[in-house]
């Protein structure tokens, strides 16, 4: 069974205080690795898909990374705008039982205080 | 400018009603899917589709029923037999069922009990 599990489940950051939001994975063989930004009472909003260990994604203040085993996402010198819930999912490869489903982690609440 | 519409944003629900909430794509995808979002939980598969006229139940099915019967509307309802209603709906579509391209969201539908 595929599992994902994010932590910390919440953080708190400075303006600027730069800091990660990891995403620990297994699956049946990795097709895509996804994250999201969802704002309260909205959403998910898409943000980068990996598919291979090694990658890397960038987005203004956002980065992602990806090994076999997880997945870090990176904030430099945040704003309060990147305050959000930020998910990650997995996708299996034909052939496993979740192929073409996405399976959710439970999300990490990230607050960036001014 | 393409997405996704759910409607209504709140909903309630009496004991023994069945109700029914709408999404609408105008992305011209063909996979659409059905969430439920719990707090402190990942996103949870209720069913989903692949293609029009076709759908599968997801992980969490029981007390749920959808139809599609045109490309762009996946409309889910939920009947008496769903004990324990109350959570944050989400629909989603993606291009192809399988594909590695990202699903994008609706902004959800809030369903309570009366």
């Known amino acids: 069974e595929d599992q994902v599990t994010q932590s910390p489940e919440a953080l708190r950051l400075q303006e600027g205080e730069s800091s990660s939001l990891n995403c620990s994975y297994t699956?049946?063989?990795?097709?895509?690795l996804f994250w999201y930004r969802q704002d309260p009472g909205k959403g998910p909003e898409f943000l980068f898909t990996l598919y291979s260990a090694g990658e890397e994604k960038e987005k203004e203040r956002l980065k992602a990374t990806l090994t076999k085993k997880e997945s870090f996402l990176h904030i430099t010198a945040p704003k309060p705008e990147d305050s959000a819930t930020y998910l990650c999912a997995v996708q299996a490869r034909a052939g496993g039982t979740s192929y073409g489903k996405l399976t959710f982690g439970q999300g990490t609440i990230l607050t960036v205080h001014p | 400018d393409g997405g996704i519409t759910q409607s209504p944003k709140y909903l309630f629900r009496k004991e023994g009603q069945n109700v029914t909430l709408s999404c609408e794509q105008n992305?011209?995808?063909?996979?659409m899917y059905w969430y439920r979002q719990d707090p402190g939980q990942g996103l949870r598969l209720i069913y989903y589709?692949?293609?029009?006229?076709?759908?599968q139940k997801g992980d969490i099915a029981e007390g749920y029923s959808v139809s599609r019967e045109k490309k762009e509307s996946f409309p889910l309802t939920v009947t008496s037999a769903q004990k324990n209603p109350t959570a944050f709906y989400l629909c989603?579509?993606?291009?192809?069922?399988?594909?590695?391209?990202?699903?994008?969201f609706g902004d959800g539908t809030r369903l309570s009990i009366l």
């Open positions: 992305l011209n995808h063909d996979a």
């Open positions: 699956v049946s063989g990795l097709r895509g």
């Open positions: 589709s692949q293609i029009v006229n076709d759908f």
């Open positions: 989603a579509s993606s291009i192809l069922w399988g594909g590695n391209q990202p699903q994008h």
